[in-house]
């Protein structure tokens, strides 16, 4: 029971290590600032309205992109790859519930179901990232 408890622990810890480099490291410069180097705020533009540029990573970025950036940043470096992660991992779960099935047919009923819910859970996270991607692309952003 207490090795189950470290295992669940232990990678939400070291998660939790590398969340503030994805989350900080947003300053990524969009193209119409790209050339805009700078060490503070007041060397971008004056940030009296809203979506004014700020410094992020010694480039210049409006306000808004930076904080796309750092969703980006999260989806891509975080979400993403636990998706595929769990993905993978339900399959292989799959795989061994056939193997440790031999021929029983309720316990291969069970590792059917496991498939068909692996299957569902990677159609509804493309579906939701087409989705975005699809928004997005209508409205211009």
Known sequence: MFMIKKS???PILASSLILPAV???GGIAS???AAVAC?????????ASPGAPVCSNGVCVSG????QNIITNFLNIVVWPIFIAVSIIMFIWAGILFISAQGDPGKVAEARKAVIWAVIGIVVGL???????IIKG???L
Do not use: K
């Not at 808004?64 to 904080?67: E, I």
């Not at 579906?127 to 975005?132: A, F, H, K, N």
């Open 8 to 10: 669940i622990i232990l």
């Open 23 to 25: 989350f900080f490291g």
């Open 31 to 33: 193209p119409a600032l």
């Open 39 to 47: 060490t503070n705020n007041a060397e971008c533009t004056p940030a």
């Open 64 to 67: 808004g992109q930076w904080f």
């Open 127 to 133: 579906l939701g990232y087409l989705s975005v991607a």
């Open 138 to 140: 209508a409205l211009g």
